[in-house]
């Protein structure tokens, strides 16, 4: 155990430095109070870095360090034909059927190398470079694991990407949800008058989330046929975030980890998004550092999400380090 | 009022020929059991035609007569990926979205021209002739009435035939519903371990039900990529049937129509599906003539179905004919 930093608060029971906690339980619906807060409480909230341990850690034999988050942009897009259900005998193969052009619609953003297809999606982009996707491909990774942890049989992805370049460094869409017609048990003959489907798309740096929200709405607005009427709209997004490997926050959450786990912890990309980042350093002008302890395999988003007791443990004993270094490098 | 023979009924008591009612309540389901009981049961059945009136007609002012329903391929498809729902952050980008593949299987099923894209789906269709596309391009037919009563901005369907066409002579591939992740409020970012879809054929003569439900069957399980699985199954189907316009039982149903509207009836082809048919001419050997006095605008299937008064007030009074006239014709 290395509990030094941990004993030494616990006897001297006295921290090396000021802590200010901000919990915020909205940001699975895009903390839509948070920034004025933040932007209004500039004195309050002064710091001299943010410490998020929302995130994840390779494992507990090959410590990471969360260097990005992706950005998001979630929409809805509602795709209408008649104005009711009809009897798909009667009207089928008359009438615009929405479940299908909404499939259609969906079908096109990707082309066969599973690249989205979205005029200018990628404009944006900051390709990752060479020595960092060289990098990135010495983090341990075994497909065989990964496929059978998930219960699928191939990966799937951008071709010319590896599995961690397609969750860390490429920008996504994904369906969240998707309904229309009859769920039913059994059959019904019906040509629904409604298609529904939730949208969203994962955003890497210089991606501009409000950019690719509006290039999305007017996206699945202006391909649907004239048959159909599409009303798409926003419901939150979030920008990316890097952190700079060389800033004091990561070399102190680096160098802690390092105490406690043994080893130089790897600098990997998160595919998730905290949109809450990119909102701390604009408004206070410091740096976020990640120091998280969960693991991919903790189910997040999913039924059974789960925290394990060790990695628990284990970020006690770390973060009073990352105190600890923070002060003393910035000193 | 054309009630000569419904007061010729009332007066004398008598009916000109024989009735046997057959109500069954299973049709939406696929009648599962009639099959047996008919074919067990042929004596007791036994008659000189089979009158249905399961259909419709073209309005008060131009009264038709169905001569065809179409047949019906009812499946359902279910694309696994992960076994769980996924964080869309983590994963999105590196495992194949069941919404996203089950998207691209729909939309591959039609091209550019609406023409169904399914290997041989269209092998076995009898096309109409000449001759009967002319006889049914005579049906009123406004297309900015169509639209209106439906809410639909324009029409859709199979390049190089109308509305009527559509629906009546070719077969349909048509989402009767689909459904997967997240919809309810608001968003949640998760990459779903499944999608499923209703989907539903129309069929023409000489279609095969079993012969295209296989064929959907092995289609869908067939163009999955094999990055998620795929489980397909058969919910119910029936046959197409199609009334000879130059047999009895046709002959008297329109006579009658004429006697009580003033109007020969139009042989027209409805879209709908009513299975019982072809099984009636195979077990019992005798033809089937429809003679309904439904709209298209009484919401079939939808919500607010409806029956007219007038429209059931001139069925009483024109189905006594029927039976007066296929008596005498067949004497």
Redesign the interface.
């Known amino acids: 155990m290395h509990v030094k930093a941990l004993e030494t608060l616990i006897q001297t029971n006295t921290l090396v430095n000021n802590i200010k906690f901000c919990i915020e339980g909205e940001e ?3 903390s839509p109070n948070l920034g004025k807060f933040v932007a209004s409480h500039k004195e309050l909230l002064k710091a001299d870095c943010v410490l998020i341990s929302d995130s ?1 850690m390779i494992s507990l034999e090959t410590p990471s360090i969360d260097i990005g ?2 950005g ?1 942009s ?1 929409i ?1 897009v509602e795709v209408t ?17 929405p ?2 052009i ?3 619609m ?5 082309d066969a190398n599973n690249h989205i297809t979205i005029p200018g999606f990628y404009d944006d982009v900051l390709e990752a470079t060479e020595a960092e996707r060289k990098l990135m491909s010495l983090a341990p990774y075994n497909e065989q694991e990964f496929k059978d942890d ?9 071709a010319g990407y590896s ?1 961690n370049e ?2 860390g460094i ?3 869409i ?10 039913g048990e ?7 008058s409604k ?4 949208i ?1 798309a ?1 955003l890497v740096p210089n991606q501009s989330s409000k950019k690719i929200t509006e290039m999305l709405l007017n996206y699945f607005t202006k391909i649907a ?5 599409v009303r798409a709209f926003e ?2 997004g979030g920008e990316p975030y890097m952190t700079p490997i060389d800033c004091t926050a990561y070399l102190a959450a680096a160098k802690a980890m390092e105490t406690t786990f043994g080893k130089t912890p790897i600098p990997v990309r ?4 905290i949109p809450i980042c990119a909102l701390f350093e604009k408004e206070l002008g410091i740096k976020i550092v990640f120091m998280g302890f969960g693991l ?1 395999s903790d ?6 999400e789960k925290f394990n007791l060790a990695n628990f443990y284990k970020g006690i004993e770390t973060i009073p380090y990352f105190h600890q270094y923070f002060t003393e490098m910035s000193s």
Do not use: F
């Open positions: 699975e619906v895009g994840a988050v992706r998001l979630y809805e034909g008649p104005d009711r259900d009809l009897h798909s005998g009667v009207y089928g193969g008359a009438v615009a059927n479940i299908t909404l499939a259609k969906i079908a096109s953003c990707h998930l219960g699928v049989k191939e990966v799937w992805g951008e599995t397609r969750t490429r920008p996504t994904e369906l969240n949800g998707i309904w229309g017609g009859y769920q059994g059959a019904k003959t019906v040509l629904p298609a529904t489907a939730k969203s994962r046929p004239p048959n159909v009427t419901h939150h998160g595919g998730g998004s991919d189910n997040l988003h999913s039924p059974n």
